[in-house]
C-alpha cells in the first residue's frame, strides 16, 4: 500500500520546508512546488496525488485560480488552503474545500488532511482520475 501523496503548493521555502517535514514524519510523500504554474506542471505530468495544499497569496497566479485550474483537471482532487491572511469565505473559491491560517498547530492540519482523504475514500469517489 503507498503512502498518500500531497502536493505542498506556497512561494515560501520555510512553508515548503515545514509541509516536507511534517508529512513525511506522519506517513505522507510530500511533492513540494514553489509557483501554481510548477503546481499544475505536477499534476499533468507528475502521476496520481491524492490531495493539495496551497496558499493563497502567491505571485503569478493566487491559490483561488489554481484551485480552479486543478479541479479542471480533478474534480474529485481534495485541496486545502493554508494562508497567512484570513480570507473570508465570500474570498475563497468554491474549488477550495477546506481552509486553514497559518500558525494554527501541526496537529489541526494533519487532522484535516486525514479528514479529506477520508471523505475522498468514501464510495461515491470510488472512480480515482489520473493527477
Known amino acids: 500500500?503507498?503512502?498518500?501523496?500531497?502536493?505542498c503548493v506556497d512561494d515560501d521555502p520555510g512553508m515548503r520546508e515545514l509541509y516536507?517535514?511534517?508529512l513525511s514524519r506522519n506517513g505522507y510523500e510530500a511533492i513540494l512546488a514553489d509557483s501554481g504554474h510548477e503546481a499544475l506542471s505536477v499534476c499533468q505530468f507528475g502521476g496520481n496525488l491524492d490531495l493539495v495544499i496551497?496558499?493563497?497569496e502567491m505571485p503569478g497566479m493566487?491559490?483561488?485560480e489554481l484551485a480552479e485550474r486543478l479541479k479542471m483537471?480533478?474534480?474529485?482532487?481534495?485541496?486545502?488552503?493554508?494562508?497567512?491572511?484570513?480570507?473570508?469565505s465570500e474570498e475563497l473559491s468554491p474549488y477550495i474545500d477546506a481552509a486553514i491560517m497559518k500558525?494554527?498547530?501541526i496537529r489541526h492540519i494533519l487532522d484535516r488532511?486525514?479528514?479529506l482523504l477520508a471523505e475522498r475514500e468514501l464510495p461515491s469517489?470510488?472512480?480515482?482520475?489520473?493527477?
Not at 1 to 7: E, G, I, S
Not at 75 to 87: E, Q, R
Request: glycine letters at 8%; charged letters at 10%.
Open 1 to 7: 500500500m503507498r503512502n498518500p501523496v500531497v502536493l
Open 20 to 22: 516536507q517535514t511534517m
Open 54 to 56: 496551497l496558499d493563497l
Open 62 to 64: 493566487d491559490g483561488n
Open 73 to 88: 483537471l480533478n474534480p474529485l482532487l481534495p485541496i486545502m488552503m493554508v494562508s497567512g491572511s484570513d480570507p473570508q
Open 103 to 105: 500558525g494554527v498547530p
Open 113 to 115: 488532511i486525514g479528514m
Open 125 to 131: 469517489t470510488e472512480v480515482q482520475l489520473p493527477c
